[in-house]
Nanobody, 131 residues
Framework: EVQLQASGGGLVQTGGSLRLSCAAS????????IGWFRQAPGKAREGISV??????????YYVDSVKGRFTISRDSAKNTVVLQMTSLMPEDTAVYYC??????????????????????WGQGTQVTVSS
């Protein structure tokens, strides 16, 4: 059974930090890039960061709104991807999801692929940043 289990969300004050984890099982982890997405109330789901497979570096990509504040990493031994979030702001409040997409897709690796091109999705974890 394929699973992506996102965890680590919570309530934090502005300027605080959180560490999200995405644990993968049931598929060949190294065939997939892993991305983090978020969806705020009333807004569309947006990709914020993605990390390529380890054989490709791995390399990380961030959208401008989180660049310099968030860091993505992957542990192939544990089939886990971590999103370390610092300097959190109220506008970071959202449900955060991880997703797996084909590692050789340039669109996946630059977060320009449509959401339905990602093969597997986690269930989401709530992040709330209070002002």
């Amino acid at each position: 059974e394929v699973q992506l289990q996102a965890s680590g969300g919570g309530l934090v004050q502005t300027g605080g930090s959180l560490r999200l984890s995405c644990a993968a099982s049931g598929f060949t982890f190294e065939d997939y890039a892993i991305g983090w997405f978020r969806q705020a109330p009333g807004k569309a789901r947006e990709g914020i960061s993605v990390i390529s497979a380890s054989v490709n570096g791995p390399t990380a990509y961030y959208v401008d709104s989180v660049k310099g504040r968030f860091t993505i990493s992957r542990d192939s031994a544990k089939n886990t991807v971590v999103l370390q979030m610092t300097s959190l702001m109220p506008e970071d409040t959202a449900v955060y999801y991880c997703a797996a997409g084909w590692a050789r897709s340039a669109a996946i690796l630059t977060l320009t692929a449509p959401l339905d091109e990602y093969d597997y999705w986690g269930q989401g974890t709530q992040v709330t940043v209070s002002s």
